[in-house]
Structures are given as C-alpha cells and as structure tokens.
Nanobody
C-alpha cells in the first residue's frame, strides 16, 4: 500500500507562485509514473501535469509554460511548481501515482487564486 500526501496549497494573488509537494511512502517510488490533477467546483477532475519514471513530462495546454512538474526519487517526492497563477487555476489539486496495475491518489490540497 502506498500513501501520497500533498502539501503546499494555499491562497495566492493572481500572478503569484506556489509549489506543491507530494510525498510518497514505499520503496519503489522511482518506478511510478506520477501526475498532478485538479478539480474545480462543479467540474470534472483533469490532468494538469504528468512525469514518467524516466522523467518525461507532459502538461495540459492551459498550464504549459507556467507549471513545471519534477521528481526527486531520493526523497520519494514529486513537485508542481506553479507560476503566473490565474484565478481559473483555483481547484483542489491531487497527486496520483501509477505503476501498473496499481494506482493511488492523495487526499488533495486546495489552491485558491484571487483576482
């Protein structure tokens, strides 16, 4: 069983920055593909950014050039650096880990961007 614990959310003004962290338990973190998803009120959960076990990344079009996903396998942690935040980035952000056939979710962290 793997546990994912997010941190780093909060309230920020538009144009500001936040860095989210997701700490994972377990010894095989390096084998996991990791992702950040978000869900705004009344909306479906959507993929924000993804990083493979090999370090390849991809991003939702809405965050390209503003957000950066990275991982530190020595610390069992994945990060999401969010810059130039916009009010439409307001959502609960969830960490996700996948190593087939298992997948895990964190409890979520709230990000609120004020205009």
């Amino acid at each position: 069983q793997v546990q994912l614990v997010e941190s780093g959310g909060g309230l920020v003004q538009a144009g500001g920055s936040l860095r989210l962290s997701c700490a994972a338990s377990g010894s095989i973190f390096s084998r996991y593909a990791m992702g950040w998803y978000r869900q705004a009120p009344g909306m479906q959960r959507e993929l924000v950014a993804h990083i493979t076990s090999g370090g390849n990344t991809n991003y939702a079009d809405s965050v390209k050039g503003r957000f950066t996903i990275s991982r530190d396998n020595a610390k069992n942690t994945v990060y999401l650096q969010m810059n130039s935040l916009k009010p439409e980035d307001t959502a609960v952000y969830y960490c996700h880990g996948l190593v087939s056939p298992y997948n895990y979710w964190g409890q979520g962290t709230q990000v609120t961007v004020s205009s």
